[in-house]
């Protein structure tokens, strides 16, 4: 711990005390005889990432809440998380698109127990204006729609494919796409990062599909962007996370939500996800078109729940050698 002559007031959990001047939360925590690694700490309002709690110094009149994982009965184990102030239990994410029908989509979304859906913007059926409708069959008032900008190639049309959006439903929460060209469907950054802060400086919430890239993640988050979404491999190509190192990067360094969004084939693609640190993960293809859509939306939903539960247990250590269950000592 750094050590200087002056001591600092602060707050934590409700409680003042003293810390010494120069001190980092890390110190704190140790201070505490808390584990840095067991913790999670808010700072004046924000969470401060595990990984920056040696890096953050602590300021006089700071105000702290720590909190880790408690058992017993009596205690509620929220694991929900937030985006622009929403707060959500589920960390699946589905798309309204390739299913046979309406129907079919809808009972998946029943299977996924995802509370947020994607859904593109697209013109009306002029010519039969009483064709079935998505919200005839999954009703935005129990489910959160978010709008999102598919099949645009510049920042242009998608901010403009976004204000229809808000003011056909009020939407302000959105999903931002920008792609490159329709081969890789790769988003384009440069046009993403010009639409994120048009959209942000219109009021919009955007939700940011991007490249599995950390300095591109960073410039989002800064530009106002409330969740980072990489793609694990190609739109719809199933193939699974490819880069897990860069994935793994963007959430140690992001101080919003992270969702893997794209590439997703089966469900331990997604516990994979999940067990890289990720908030949540977006699927479309994946289950729209598994041979049976609802089923395997009800194993998507698993995965994503082992895998969450995985990264909260904490994985055991790698070895180069083995390690063995018994002790080898005693043997007859």
């Not at 909260?312 to 007859?332: C, F, H, N, V």
Request: charged share 25%; aromatic share 4%.
């Amino acid at each position: 711990m750094t050590q200087t002559t002056d001591t600092i007031a602060i707050q934590v959990n409700g409680d003042r005390m003293h810390a010494p001047g120069g001190a980092t939360v890390a110190d704190l925590a140790r201070q505490l005889e808390l584990d840095p690694t067991k913790i999670a700490v808010e700072r004046n309002g924000e969470i401060v990432p595990r990984s920056r709690l040696a890096d953050v110094a602590l300021s006089d009149g700071d105000t702290l809440e720590i909190v880790h994982f408690v058992g017993g009965g009596d205690h509620d184990d929220d694991d929900s998380w937030e985006v622009a102030g929403r707060r959500f239990t589920s960390r699946l994410i589905v798309g309204t698109g390739k299913y046979k029908d309406f129907a079919q989509n809808a009972a998946a979304l029943e299977a996924s127990g995802a509370e947020i859906v994607t859904v593109a913007v697209r013109r009306v059926n002029v010519t039969d204006p009483k064709a079935p409708m998505l919200t005839d069959f999954i009703d935005p008032k129990k489910v959160t729609y978010l709008p999102n900008t598919a099949g645009c190639f510049n920042a242009e049309e998608a901010v403009r494919t976004l204000r229809l959006a808000r003011e056909a439903g009020g939407w302000d929460l959105v999903k931002l796409e920008v792609l490159g060209e329709a081969k890789t469907l790769y988003p384009d950054m440069r046009e993403t990062l010009k639409a994120t802060e048009t959209l942000v400086s219109e009021g919009f919430k955007p939700m940011v599909y991007c490249t599995d890239d950390p300095i591109a993640a960073k410039q989002l988050e800064e530009a106002g962007a409330v969740a980072i979404m990489p793609l694990g491999a190609p739109i719809g190509s199933g193939l699974g996370i490819q880069n897990r190192v860069t994935i793994r990067l963007i959430v140690e360094g992001a101080n919003v939500p992270v969702l893997v969004d794209a590439g997703v084939g089966t469900a331990s693609d997604a516990a994979v996800a999940m067990e890289l640190g990720c908030d949540g993960v977006l699927m479309n293809t994946a289950i729209a078109e598994a041979k049976n859509p609802v089923l395997m939306a009800q194993a998507m939903r698993r995965g994503v729940e082992a895998g969450r539960a995985a990264y909260r247990a904490g994985r055991m250590a790698t070895r180069k050698y083995a390690d063995p269950s018994s002790p080898l000592s005693g043997l007859i």
